[in-house]
């Protein structure tokens, strides 16, 4: 259901850029990125853009993300779509906060967004694995059933001790701590204020600065599922049930205990999600509707990564930057992206003329001159479209690339031991 | 008799089996299951609930419609939200700004829900059609957009009036109104009629017309469509925009016949709710009006639930778990009927080749 149409990647994009290792395309499109940010930083005089501060603020809102998005790749590997994610999530926000509150320690509020959240991935199993039901139609269902119950459990739980039955009580966090002395260096360069240099030194002081073990989990976590889905045997099993599960059991892969088994990770991550949530700094504790469709925009991060763990990590820092930017500096730091932006579209332009693309060259530039003509005859976004800019940048990228893109190949379909054909 | 049968025996076993789960967390809680029910049938009979029930069962309705539009083409039209607030939003605006003679006003403030529904459902159906973008991701993301751009519309400086501490639109003056129907208690919308011609409508399209005809064969099987002459993009095209249109008319039955105006704090949600009525009611005109009306006693019940001590919020899980019970029980059923169907063509085959010997000889 996700890409109809996908088109093969056609003999231009295997020579140059796509001959290179993956490794070295995603160093070239980070370089391209920060130096793209660096110059619309400078020329527009918006600071915020690469200040360590944003970088910070970026980390702490992808993390929820991060988690979701791992989560709905352990799932969708195994062939099951998982938008039940938002209510796992919402299930590991009440669990985290329960736990952390009765056992006062971070910690065991990790423990409990986890429990929680595996619980709704263990529902979803028993929903579309066992009984064959529609992916959506049971993710749909877990998530109202997710939002219930944490509704009715906040009201007989925590209402008699916070008095208000929307909120836990205040929950302990964890210890921010930072890299040293590589975060007073980069500290250092920033505050130097030397073009591009200063920028990267910010960029990166906020991904060592005000770290907690929490952040320091989500970013193993994403070597970790890579090792594990493409490097071991039980990855590989895992991800034959999503592409080819009558393939899967003719080898004798028990293709229900791996979907089993990846939706019951991926509740849990979602529930760590809802965990990170609960031990953000700014609002520690449960609170009615604090994932704000953060799950949804976790699974959007997983196809926008080409369901791969380096991509979705890229499409959940997006988001979070795009999301850090504009809650730090506001509308006139994302009216300075649009700077960036018109920069990028003619780049882009550039590109596809070399390679005699010339309409696909055509579109970018006007789309470029558009995106610059807006930036030219206004002087800040309006604050309600600011808080949705990530949305929009994730559409817009989302339009641009997502031809590209090549889901599991069995994924949503119904499995039933020894009916294949 | 059987297919009666088939429609009608797992949702009267999901309801059960949702009921009996909420009677158990009711239990755990210290609360009386037997209580709680007679609260909630008890309060049909009170004050303006009976009313409140067809209501708001008339917007549920509606949303449902739109998510069976989509589910014919199996597409998940989760947009649905963003859609019926922002065409609710808009149409109270030019309600507010137009002057015109009555029944002209209304149907003016109508079509323009209609439209915006229609455009904010045109997007992700483009972005289906020829970039390959899962409605699923981009209606999401639009939904959120949606509530940024209602935000902007309404301010004190573009079209909003600040009145007290609550930012609303103009009020629609009577002549846009849409009259309802006043009863002894309570009034009943005059959108809930339209509401039962565009389920009418729906049913005719999909049963009645070679369009409806297309729309389900392309959902049935897309590789048949296709084989049959029917233009796969254009059905999501058209699919996608005409559940949206659908989901512009939601937000009017409340905007044109109790709040004459779009505030921030008018209701959300309904979308959701859309899709969960239209997997209960089978994407059947009926079965979704059914589902409509006890989703809507549910959500009167519980205020009748907090009058008797019960926490409110059991109604949400009796929802979910009603959704969740009555998907896997069609399962079942089709499950079981699927095996009987093939024990009664095996037994019919073995005796087949016996008769066939016969003949020959």
């Known amino acids: 259901m996700t890409t109809a149409m996908t088109e093969p990647p056609g003999p231009t994009a295997r020579r140059g850029f796509g001959a290179l290792p993956g490794w070295a395309r995603s160093a070239i499109v980070v370089a391209i990125g920060v130096g793209l940010l660096s110059v619309t930083a400078t020329l527009t005089g918006q600071i915020q853009l690469t200040s360590s501060g944003t970088t910070q603020a970026a980390v702490r809102l992808l993390l929820p993300i991060l988690f979701a998005a791992l989560g709905g790749l352990w799932a969708e590997r195994a062939g099951v779509i998982n938008i039940g994610l938002e209510g796992m999530m919402i299930l590991g926000t009440w669990g985290a906060a329960w736990a952390g509150y009765a056992f006062g320690s971070p910690y065991a509020a990790v423990v409990g967004g986890l429990v929680f959240g595996a619980l709704g991935g263990l529902l979803h199993a028993v929903a579309t694995v066992s009984f064959g039901v529609n992916h959506i139609v049971s993710g749909v269902a877990i998530t109202l059933l997710g939002l219930g119950v944490t509704k009715y459990l906040s009201t007989l739980v925590f209402f008699p001790i916070s008095g208000n039955p929307r909120q836990s009580p205040r929950v302990e966090g964890f210890e921010t701590f930072s890299i040293q002395p590589l975060a007073d260096l980069l500290a250092d360069l920033e505050a130097g204020q030397r073009v591009l240099l200063s920028d990267v030194a910010g960029l990166l002081g906020g991904l060592v600065t005000g770290l907690t073990p929490l952040v320091v989990l989500g970013f193993v976590l994403v070597p970790a599922s890579y090792l594990l889905l493409w490097r071991s045997s039980f990855g590989l099993r895992l991800r034959s049930c999503g592409e080819n599960p009558v393939a899967a059991e003719t080898l004798g892969v028990n293709v229900y205990a791996y979907k089993y088994v990846a939706l019951i990770v991926s509740g849990g991550l979602a529930g760590l999600g809802g965990a990170a949530l609960t031990l953000n700094p700014g609002q520690l504790g449960y609170l009615e509707g604090q994932t704000g469709g953060r799950g949804y925009i976790g699974l959007a991060a997983m196809i926008f990564g080409n369901w791969r763990p380096g991509g979705l990590l890229a499409g959940a820092a997006l988001f979070g930057y795009v999301d850090g930017v504009q809650l730090r500096a506001g509308g006139e730091a994302v009216h300075a992206l649009l700077y960036g932006g018109s920069l990028l579209a003619l780049g882009l332009a550039v590109m596809w003329a070399l390679r005699r693309r010339w309409q696909t060259a055509a579109i970018a530039l006007v789309a470029g001159a558009v995106v610059y003509g807006i930036y030219y005859s206004t002087d800040t976004v309006p604050r309600e479209f600011a808080a949705y800019a990530p949305q929009i940048v994730t559409l817009l990228v989302l339009a641009v690339a997502s031809q590209r893109l090549r889901p599991p190949a069995a994924i949503g379909m119904e499995y039933r031991r020894g009916e294949g054909d | ?361």
């Open chain 2, 1 to 361: 008799m059987s297919r009666i049968r088939t429609a009608l025996l797992p949702p009267a076993l999901a309801i059960l089996f949702a009921a009996l789960l909420c009677a158990v967390a009711l239990m755990i809680s210290g609360a009386s299951p037997l209580t709680a029910l007679g609260a909630m049938i008890r309060q049909v009979g009170e004050g303006t609930t009976a009313v409140d029930i067809v209501n708001s069962a008339s917007i549920y309705y509606i949303v449902a419609l739109a998510a069976a539009i989509g589910f014919q083409m199996k597409l998940f039209n989760i947009g649905i939200e963003g859609q019926y607030r922002l065409a609710a939003c808009v149409a109270a605006i030019v309600g507010g700004l137009l002057v015109l003679p009555p029944v002209l006003h209304t149907l003016v403030i109508i079509l323009t829900g209609v439209l915006v529904g229609a455009f904010w459902a045109g997007i992700p159906a483009l972005l289906k059609a020829y970039r390959g973008v899962s409605e699923v991701i981009s209606t999401i993301m639009l939904n959120a957009v949606s509530i940024g751009v209602i935000a902007y519309l309404i301010r004190d400086e573009v079209f909003g009036d600040l009145q007290g501490n609550n930012i609303s639109t103009t009020p629609i003056p009577p002549s846009g109104q849409f009259p309802g129907i006043p009863t002894g208690a309570g009034t009943i919308f005059g959108m809930v009629f339209v509401s039962v011609l565009l389920g009418v409508g729906y049913w005719f399209v999909l049963n009645r017309t070679r369009f409806g005809f297309e729309l389900r064969a392309s959902g049935e099987s897309p590789t048949a469509a296709t084989a049959g002459g029917v233009d796969a993009k254009r059905m999501v095209i058209i699919a996608l925009v005409l559940s949206g249109a659908v989901a512009g008319l939601a937000g009017l039955p409340e905007v044109l016949g109790r709040d004459f105006a779009y505030t921030l704090t008018s209701p959300q949600g309904y979308g959701f709710t859309g899709l969960a009525i239209a997997l209960l009611g089978r994407n059947n005109p009926l079965g979704i009006a059914f589902g409509a009306l006890l989703w809507a006693f549910l959500d009167t019940s519980a205020l009748a639930l907090d009058n008797v001590g019960v926490p409110r919020d059991i109604v949400l899980i009796m929802q979910g778990s009603v959704v969740l019970s009555v998907v896997v029980a069609y399962e079942i059923v089709r499950r079981y009927e699927l095996a009987a169907e093939q024990r009664r063509v095996a037994a019919q085959l073995r005796g087949a080749p016996a008769a066939e010997k016969e003949a020959v000889a």
